[in-house]
C-alpha cells in the first residue's frame, strides 16, 4: 500500500466520520427538543401563576428578554 493510498483512505474517512457526526448530532438534537420544548410565554405565565402572581405582558416580555440573553 503506497503513502497516496493511506492518504486517500484517511481522508475518506474523516469525511464518512463528519458526515455520520452530523445527521447523528441533528437526529439527537430534534429528539431532545421534542422531549424538552424551549420555554415560551405561556410557560412563563403558567409559572408566575402558580407562584401566585398575575403576570402582565410587560413582566412575561422581560423575563423572555432575559432568558434570550443569558442563552
Known amino acids: 500500500m503506497s503513502t497516496l493510498e493511506c492518504i486517500l483512505y484517511i481522508v475518506i474517512g474523516l469525511v464518512a466520520g463528519l458526515i455520520i457526526g452530523f445527521f447523528g448530532a441533528r437526529f439527537l438534537m430534534k429528539k431532545y427538543l421534542k422531549k424538552n ?6 410557560m412563563i405565565k403558567i409559572m408566575m401563576q402558580q407562584m401566585g402572581r398575575t403576570p402582565n ?3 412575561v416580555n422581560q423575563i423572555m ?7
Open 57 to 59: 405582558q410587560k413582566q
Open 37 to 42: 420544548p424551549p420555554i415560551n410565554e405561556k
Open 65 to 71: 428578554k432575559a432568558m434570550n440573553r443569558a442563552q
